[in-house]
């Protein structure tokens, strides 16, 4: 009997250890995690933190930041409507910049659409981005709808279901990072909405499951989030060998991409406005990156569309040090940008 309750105890002094051990490990990792963000923001500042919610105010994500990202039925998420900070500013229809009247046009009516660059992140205002920087070139009105993380897809459906009420003379995507960054045959990666809601919906229905067993075997989803995003690579590797696992398709990324663009020309077309394709520069200038756009200009030209790629120009107009990051641009980037456009729609007259 004594044996029995000293092993007894060896085994919970050594479950105790292993459990605090574990809990340890979490926390250094939830620790690492937030440096490697704040070391990471540093590179662009301010840097926009989204946040993900419902529309009554529930948050769906663990970060809490300054840009509201609210849950929309067609594109996942979009800006949350009526928001003001210190450096930026969201509108009464979840565009960045002042309340735009919907039906009264004074002016020749832009509309920017894409992710982050287009938005503006890191940006110090409003007045800072490239769309406000274009609209005091061109003296037009210049609506600035992209939203953070959003890639073509999600542009196409807000452009069919919201955008063309609001009457544009010409459409301006200004895009690619993101198509390239979630090739078709990878798994969702980066501040991705979609991917984040559906984490949690999956968590959610682990630990709410009508088997007591199986609520109880997934409480580490809950508990260890962190280990697990660690060891869910290893896992995929060992029981998943059969599913792509970072093996990507330029070609099939590049072609996706195309076809949506060629669709937003072909509603362009359907709604009397013009459309004009750009595709976003990087700083590192990668040759994985090259190949994705001439991928996507390839299929384009095939349907009679010409792009114009920002980091494939004569003479290089965008300077390495006007990047924040690998993609964001500071003010001196975006009114770069805003200046190669607004040469672009003078000259091929977009605007007519």
Known sequence: MRSSGKILLILFVNMLILGLATFGLEFKLAQDRRKAEAKWSTQVTPYYWPSLQTHDGIALGTRSG????????????????????????INN???????????EKTKKRIIVIGGST?????????DETFAQRLEYLLDAEVINAAVVG??????????VMELVDLQPDLVIALNGWNDYERQPTSKFR?????AEIEERLKTLQSVTDDSLLTRVSNL??????????????????????????????LGLAGAVYATNMTKMHRISEAFHFTFLCVLQ????????????RETAKMHLQQAGIVALDLSDLDEPAIKAEWYMDEMHLDAAGNQAIARIIANKIVADGLLR
């Open 150 to 159: 959003h890639a073509s897809g999600q542009e196409l459906v807000s452009l």
């Open 118 to 126: 287009a938005f503006g992140t890191g940006l110090q205002s409003d």
């Open 190 to 194: 980066g501040s991705n909405g979609f």
């Open 281 to 292: 520069p990087d700083r590192d200038r990668q040759q994985r990156y090259r190949a994705f």
């Open 93 to 103: 229809l979840g565009f960045r910049g002042g309340n735009i009247p919907k039906n």
């Open 66 to 89: 300054p840009l509201k990202l609210v849950l929309h039925p067609f594109v996942s998420y979009a800006n949350l409507p009526n928001q003001k900070t210190p450096h930026f500013s």
């Open 220 to 249: 580490y989803w809950v508990l260890f989030p962190n280990i697990t995003k660690k060891l869910e690579p290893l896992w995929i590797r060992l029981f998943k060998r059969s599913e792509q696992t970072g093996e990507t398709d």
